[in-house]
């Protein structure tokens, strides 16, 4: 469907007015209260403003509104030329307490929900009815706002536990995904301004379902949570109880595919493996940017390890908001990074003996530079070690080993055959109709890259970029902090745009914006063409920034 192909549609002032309520997230009792009319009135006027926008539900009402607005904004300018009205990717925590609770444990709850939503860069809202919704991705997106959305919920609930546990049990909570439209500064970050989401009153809705104690997930919340991976030794349910979030942690492990693609770089491990069974151990540091297959590989080559007989650790780095320590996935614990060290340090159980240090880039430099050296003690005593991550974890590696005495794997996009085989393995059972021209169609939206092509495939249906893919791209883009208001513009056409016609169009100097593209350029998302057209260095970077539909 494509939104400018539509007839714009002429809704009343009443039915204008009931929109933008939905998008504030208001539910049907609260757009009631609020314009003083009665809840079948809302029903009525809800009915026909779906009828004119040519939807089935208010979710899609929220949305196509806001497109419109968009779009209007898009060809109007109709924000002052700082701001940039975007489509950004968001978790919506929803949490309450009975509404009869006491001042003191409502302030504590709001209390404990402020200092999470400030301490994480995220979106508190208080509201009437002792509850409240945080809202992560505004300001920053990143692959585990799911996981700190769990830590916030779980945050307050220790609190109120602290405090007195039969109030903690009257706490229910919940957790939905979606989009949100929200106002952003040129180089990035909200602006403070303009928000809607429809993902809000998803939450809220959901919340009134919810018992006392228990913690509910929305289905795009768990389609998430399958992309990016939260889950250990206890498993991610619908609903759950809320003392059991604790055993929740961010793995980052999705679902395995066939491994395809990578004959040389599992060999290369697999030689090291060979190696390290005779007690001759190696340092790897294996690099790609998010999604082209690292934990895959290292995955991998794991299970080479234990048919084998070896031994094998596999810990995954959580970034500091998490602790900033390691998930050991085979024991299913957390532990510090000096305790890894000390192992890695140990004598080897038995050979071939491999270490697995996942989302190397997580950690803090000090950290880093920790482990490495442990790793090289660690080689030293006949360990095979991995280092994997992204750009830039290298440079660690080698100061604490001597260059080269390490082996080094970049993951490239993978050849347009094994993306097509990926494709396939992904859509399963599913898109019998006009199966192929679809397996050719996502494979080359996915132009190499295997996390793209397994979430355009698990959402080959969505006319809409898939919220897993926007968020993966946007927390890239987000650590990148380029020019908006450049990707924009080149966003606009498929085939790219000139520098100068950039600049004219942002109403600029070209040298002064030259900065900003070499900039966009070093960071991987735009390059020239061979005949000096600027554009997107993968064609779902355009879509995403564009908020473009699939073809
Ligand atoms: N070479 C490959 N063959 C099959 N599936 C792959 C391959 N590389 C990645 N995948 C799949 O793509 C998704 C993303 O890969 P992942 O290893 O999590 O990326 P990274 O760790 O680099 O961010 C996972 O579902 C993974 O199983
Ligand atoms: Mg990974």
Redesign the pocket.
């Known amino acids: 469907m494509n939104g400018k192909t539509r007839n714009q549609p002429e809704l009343s002032q009443r039915q204008h007015q009931i929109l933008k309520l939905l998008q504030a997230g208001k539910v049907n009792k609260e757009v009631a209260q609020e314009l003083g009319i009665g809840l079948g009135t809302v029903k009525q006027h809800l009915v026909a403003i779906f009828k004119k926008l040519n939807v089935s539900n208010r979710a899609m009402a929220v949305s196509h509104g806001m497109e419109m607005l968009h779009e209007q904004e898009s060809r109007e300018s109709v924000l002052p030329m700082a701001d940039l009205l975007e489509c950004r990717p968001c978790v919506v925590l929803s949490i309450a307490l009975p509404e009869d609770a006491s001042q003191l444990a409502t302030k504590l709850m709001y209390g404990s929900l402020a200092a999470m939503a400030s301490a994480n860069d995220a979106v508190f809202l208080a509201r009437n009815g002792n509850a409240g919704d945080v809202i992560f991705g505004i300001q920053r997106v990143t692959e585990y706002d799911l996981a700190i959305a769990v830590q916030t919920a779980r945050a307050v609930y220790d609190d109120l536990q602290a405090m007195d546990a039969g109030i903690a049990g009257t706490l229910r909570g919940c957790m939905t995904a979606g989009v949100a439209f929200a106002s952003m500064k040129r180089f990035g970050g909200w602006t403070g301004e303009a928000i809607a989401s429809v993902a809000i009153a998803t939450a809220r809705e959901l919340l009134n379902d919810v018992q006392p104690g228990q913690f509910a997930f929305d289905p795009t919340a768990l389609d998430l949570i399958e992309?990016f991976g939260i889950g250990g030794m206890q498993q991610v349910s619908p609903t759950m109880r809320l003392p059991e979030l604790k055993n929740l942690h961010w793995t980052?492990?999705?679902?395995?595919?066939?491994?395809?693609?990578?004959d040389d770089e599992l060999g290369q491990l697999y030689a090291a493996l060979t190696e390290a069974a005779k007690g001759h151990g190696k340092l790897f540091v294996v690099e790609?940017?998010?999604?082209?297959?690292?934990?895959?590989?290292?995955?991998a080559i794991a299970k080479l390890c234990l048919k084998h007989e070896g031994d094998v650790s596999f810990c995954r780095s959580l970034p500091s908001v998490l602790g900033n320590c390691l998930y050991d996935t085979v024991k299913g614990v957390e532990c510090s990074v000096e305790q890894a060290a000390v192992s890695l340090r140990a004598e080897p159980v038995r050979f071939p003996d491999l270490v697995v240090v996942?989302?190397f880039h997580l950690l803090t430099q000090d950290q880093q530079i920790l482990l490495s050296a442990a790793g090289a003690e660690a080689v030293g005593k006949g360990k095979l070690v991995i280092f994997?991550g992204r750009r830039g974890i290298r440079e660690n590696a080698a100061r604490q080993t001597g260059t080269n005495a390490f082996g080094m794997i970049s993951?490239r996009r993978?050849s347009a055959h094994?993306v097509q085989v990926?494709v396939r393995?992904a859509l399963g059972k599913g898109a019998i109709d006009g199966r192929a021209s679809k397996v050719q169609r996502i494979a080359s939206a996915a132009a190499g890259v295997?996390?793209f092509?397994?979430g355009l495939a698990r959402h080959h249906d969505a006319e809409q970029l898939a919220l897993p893919l926007r968020v993966a791209i946007t927390a890239r883009l987000d650590s990148l902090h380029l020019d908006h208001h450049l990707l924009r513009e080149v966003a606009k056409n498929a085939v790219g745009t000139s520098l100068a016609e950039a600049a004219a169009n942002l109403g600029e100097d070209a040298a002064a914006l030259c900065n900003q593209v070499e900039h966009a350029i070093a960071a991987g998302v735009l390059a020239y063409s061979a005949d000096g057209w600027l554009s997107f260095t993968h064609p779902l970077l355009r879509r995403a920034i564009g908020n473009l539909a699939m073809e």
């Open positions: 992309l980052g492990s999705r679902r395995a595919y066939h491994l395809v693609g990578r790609g940017e998010m999604g082209m297959g690292k934990s895959r590989l290292c995955d996942d989302d994997s993951l993978l094994s990926l393995d295997p996390l092509a397994v």
